[in-house]
């Protein structure tokens, strides 16, 4: 790349950059409030983040904090390049780009940790696993997970004795579930599909698998629409849930024959099967929305084809069958709102990277105190994000009074 290219390619990220910042007003008044205080002076911070123009608002919060910071893609195929570019002007180590082989996507996070940090963020646990696995000589103060996904496995770390340091499960936030998990994946999931494949979701049958915030909110924005939403769960009272808000739920044996949009939401893997694929009708779109590539069996796909039409539009890929059926799989089976789309509007992620910030100064203080498990981020915190986010839109609530604070903490009063 020359000098002019690079230069061009920052000019593009700084633009996206700014255009993401105008919707983040909680973030950039933490940002001045830290550049203020400097919490983060001397920390050292490395990231496995999406590097998108809202992880860019975010790392130049906590640069103005004063942390140090290496930054790699927590997903090979969604990194921004001009924001990777962009960022890489204000001093944050950037150690991603779009599209890069496994090989690649794992020394770059080899390269962030390089920094000896000492608090980590993550999106998806990769970069905790290799901290436990391939660099236990790394001294970590305590982290941040950002993901259902991520969540999962650091819970299992922690109960079987493995994880070695503090996390802070900012996923688990009600502001971080609500809108980020429900309102952002919602949407940024079908504008992905969209993207990619131009179709008209009224009057076709989406088929949800996995009905938690993420889910919910595919399914609630799928129907709205037009489409007939079927879900399939694994959980009773999440499929009851379902059931009781007007959704079909079958198992996804059935719902595999009924199908015209697939999309995965679970944390989990194989949750479309061969045994799914092999029923499925001709034209079925497959879209993960899930954090890992592991939803959709994608070699039991590949097993089932006779061919394969790669490209047959950006992020399409089309498996011909042997009687003929064509099954169009997106984005390689990835986080198809982070591929085919931009991910999250910048309105939600200004109160999950929000969250994720003043968690961050909170580590810086409080890690020391913290034995090694997954924490919840304060509800203090929560509840200012949620307050500095109501106060930037204009919108006001009412108070307890004195009266009514009585009551509810005391026991004695009667009916």
């Given at each position: 790349?020359?000098?002019?290219?690079?230069a061009?390619l920052?000019?593009?990220?700084e633009r996206r950059?700014?255009w993401a910042r105008?919707?983040m007003?909680?973030?950039?008044a933490?940002?001045?409030?830290?550049a203020?205080?400097r919490?983060l002076?001397g920390?050292?911070?490395?990231?496995?983040?999406h590097v998108?123009?809202?992880?860019?608002?975010?790392?130049?919060?906590l640069r103005?904090?004063?942390?140090e910071?290496?930054?790699?893609?927590?997903?090979?195929?969604?990194?921004q390049d001009?924001?990777?570019?962009?960022?890489?002007?204000?001093?944050i180590?950037v150690h991603?780009?779009?599209?890069?082989?496994?090989e690649?996507y794992?020394?770059?996070?080899?390269?962030a940790l390089?920094i000896?940090?000492d608090i980590v963020l993550?999106?998806?646990?990769?970069l905790?696993?290799?901290?436990?696995t391939?660099?236990?000589?790394?001294s970590?103060?305590?982290?941040?997970?950002?993901?259902?996904?991520?969540i999962?496995r650091?819970?299992q770390m922690?109960?079987?004795?493995?994880l070695?340091f503090?996390?802070?499960?900012v996923n688990?936030?009600?502001?971080k579930?609500m809108?980020?998990?429900?309102?952002?994946?919602g949407?940024s999931?079908?504008?992905g599909?969209?993207r990619a494949?131009?179709?008209?979701l009224a009057g076709r049958?989406v088929?949800v698998?996995?009905?938690?915030?993420c889910g919910?909110?595919?399914?609630?924005?799928?129907?709205?629409?037009g489409?007939?939403?079927?879900?399939?769960?694994?959980?009773p009272?999440k499929a009851l849930?379902?059931?009781l808000?007007?959704y079909?739920v079958?198992?996804?044996?059935?719902?595999?024959?009924?199908g015209?949009?697939?999309?995965?939401?679970?944390g989990?893997r194989?949750?479309?099967?061969?045994e799914?694929?092999a029923v499925?009708k001709?034209?079925?779109?497959?879209?993960?929305?899930g954090?890992f590539d592991?939803?959709?069996?994608?070699?039991a796909?590949?097993?089932?084809?006779?061919?394969?039409n790669?490209g047959v539009r950006?992020?399409?890929?089309e498996?011909?069958l042997a009687?003929g059926?064509?099954?169009l799989?997106l984005?390689e089976?990835?986080?198809?709102?982070?591929t085919a789309?931009?991910g999250?509007?910048a309105?939600?992620?200004?109160?999950?990277?929000?969250?994720?910030?003043?968690a961050?100064a909170?580590l810086?203080?409080?890690?020391?105190?913290?034995?090694?498990?997954v924490y919840?981020?304060?509800?203090?915190?929560d509840?200012?994000?949620?307050?500095?986010?109501?106060a930037?839109?204009?919108i006001?609530?009412?108070?307890?009074?004195?009266?009514?604070?009585?009551?509810l903490?005391s026991?004695?009063?009667g009916?």
């Open positions: 790349m020359t000098a002019r290219d690079l061009e920052t000019e593009a990220g950059i700014g105008r919707s007003p909680v973030l950039t933490i940002a001045a409030r830290f203020a205080e919490p002076d920390l050292r911070v490395a990231a496995c983040l998108t123009a809202e992880t860019a608002v975010l790392m130049g919060a103005a904090g004063g942390a910071i290496a930054l790699a893609a927590s997903n090979p195929l969604s990194t001009d924001v990777a570019a962009a960022l890489g002007v204000y001093g180590a991603a780009r779009a599209g890069v082989d496994m690649t794992y020394r770059h996070i080899h390269q390089d000896s940090p993550d999106d998806g646990c990769d905790v696993n290799i901290l436990h391939e660099r236990p000589d790394l970590v103060a305590g982290g941040c997970e950002e993901t259902t996904t991520g999962i650091l819970r922690a109960a079987e004795g493995a070695k503090p996390v802070v499960a688990d936030t009600r502001t579930r809108f980020d998990n429900r309102y952002g994946t949407q999931t079908l504008d599909i969209m494949t131009n179709a008209l049958t088929v698998a996995g009905f938690g915030f919910r909110g595919v399914a609630e924005r799928a129907k709205g629409l489409a007939r939403v079927i879900v399939t769960e694994i959980d009272v849930d379902a059931a808000q007007g079909e079958l198992p996804m044996g059935q719902a595999a024959r009924v015209d949009v697939f999309v995965t939401v679970t989990n194989d949750v479309i099967r061969g799914h694929l499925m001709d034209g079925v779109i497959l879209a993960n929305a954090h592991v939803e959709i069996d994608v070699r796909l590949e097993g089932l084809a006779e061919s394969v790669f950006p992020n399409v890929d498996y011909v009687d059926r064509r099954l799989l984005a089976g990835r986080l198809v709102n982070l789309a931009e999250h509007p309105a939600v992620m200004d109160m999950s990277f929000s969250a994720q910030a003043l961050v909170w810086a203080t409080e890690s020391v105190r913290l034995p090694p498990g919840d981020v304060p509800a203090d915190i509840a200012e994000v949620a307050r500095l986010k109501l930037a839109t204009g006001a609530i009412d108070e307890l009074t004195v009266e009514q604070e009585d009551y903490h026991w004695r009063a009916s």
